[in-house]
């Protein structure tokens, strides 16, 4: 069973929903039931795949064991807590890096369903450990947090001390009604994206072409830039899709869950898309990556200036996400453009005299969200691999 693709899923999710409202609305905590109900539909997502399952298992034992570790290290305050907390980061992060350097090479090793967004969690639980945000980590709450289902296989990413914070808590029936109601209200948008204007999208990926063809240099340009844009659109509402579903269920389960996108091709600049696009991601990146670079960076003074320091941050922001998505040279390439052009945005932001003057005009916000559109297309026409593969017809 796949979530939010199978219509199974969803018939698994009428009783799930219905008993939480029942325990919702009559004031009860949620917490054991989540639990609960995601072992079980992990069972579910893994009825098929007992290796992928034997491996989720595996990796969730490695989590919980790693997070007491560092744990404990840091509240008996080791001599070597440091340099072992790394050694911990490192394992954790291993069966991810692992399975998508085998999946360039054609095997996938140590790879099941969810890795990508199970890894991010409990990444960023040890990141906290050592930065003393979170000082105790219950197991059966570490569990609920890494296997919380509604987000397991396409995110939003959760951040732990939020989620505790939202699943210890017993709402009044009246926030938890108002909850429910826009957990619905989610999950109907987020079919009608997926499943209405992704399937229109997707559709128009493979027949705009077909109309437009390839005979001249005119009609090959025109096919090539309505299949990019039709590719975007669709990657657009088939991801929000699954991440406002996923909101959806979570506010059933009394559960916040990030929004992932937020008019993501209103934005002016690149930034301010990626803070739109996928934001669980950038977010966790920029706080858990970008941040620590720049820190990093200043006190061992790698560079003169602190705009360099920030530009060669967004490079290693987006390279490291775009290896995220895979290993290979299109997706490198992805990253290497989108992170040189954030770097180009934020020198002109800093140090363009004409932009600051003008920024608030609405020429030429007209002509920078233009310009950012062919940005962010480009961008997708390297991600799919039509930049060096265009389409034929």
């Known amino acids: 069973m796949s ?105 996938g090793i140590l790879g099941f369903l969810g890795i990508s967004y199970i890894t991010f969690k409990a990444v960023q639980v040890l990141i906290e450990i050592r930065d003393g945000l979170i000082t ?58 997926k499943f209405v204007c992704a399937a229109i999208a997707q559709w128009a990926m493979w027949f705009l072409p077909s109309v437009i063809g390839t005979q001249n240099a005119g009609t090959f340009a025109a096919t090539q830039v309505v299949s990019c844009v039709s590719y975007g659109i669709y990657e657009f509402f088939d991801f929000a899709g699954y991440s406002y579903m996923a909101m959806g269920v979570g506010l059933c389960l009394g559960v916040e869950v990030m929004r992932n996108f937020d008019k993501p091709f209103l934005a002016l600049d690149l930034k301010d898309f990626w803070l739109r696009w996928h934001a669980s991601l950038s977010t966790w990146v920029r706080d858990f990556v970008f941040m620590r670079y720049v820190r990093t960076a200043m006190e061992h003074k790698w560079f003169k200036s602190r705009l360099t320091t920030a530009c060669t941050g967004y490079m290693v922001n987006m390279v490291l996400i775009a290896l995220w998505h895979g290993v290979n040279l299109d997706y490198l390439l992805y990253g290497i453009f989108y992170g040189a052009c954030m770097a180009g945005v934020e020198v002109m932001q800093k140090r363009w005299k004409f932009y600051k003057q003008h920024r608030r005009d609405k020429w030429f916000m007209g002509l920078e969200w233009a310009v950012n559109m062919v ?12 930049f060096f593969h265009p389409v034929l017809v």
């Open 375 to 386: 940005v962010v297309f480009t961008g997708f026409a390297l991600f799919n691999g039509q």
């Open 136 to 193: 105790e980590m219950p197991v059966s709450d570490y569990l609920y947090f890494l296997v919380f289902f509604p987000t397991f296989t396409s995110g939003p990413i959760l951040r732990s001390r939020a989620f505790v914070d939202d699943t210890h808590g017993t709402l009044e029936r009246g926030e938890y009604r108002w909850r429910l109601y826009r957990g619905l209200g989610w999950m109907v948008v987020g079919a009608a994206y």
């Open 3 to 107: 979530f939010y693709t199978e219509p199974v899923f969803f018939v698994f999710l009428v009783p799930i929903i219905g008993i939480a409202a029942i325990l919702g609305l009559q004031e009860r905590p949620l917490r054991r039931y989540g639990l609960v109900v995601s072992c079980a539909m992990l069972l579910a997502l893994y009825s098929h795949d007992l290796l992928g399952l034997v491996l989720c298992c595996g990796y969730l034992a490695l989590s919980i064991g790693l997070s007491r570790w560092v744990l404990w290290l840091f509240e008996h305050e080791h001599p070597q807590a440091v340099a072992l907390y790394r050694v911990a980061l490192a394992l954790q992060i291993a069966p991810l890096f692992i399975y998508k350097v085998t999946v360039a090479a054609g095997a």
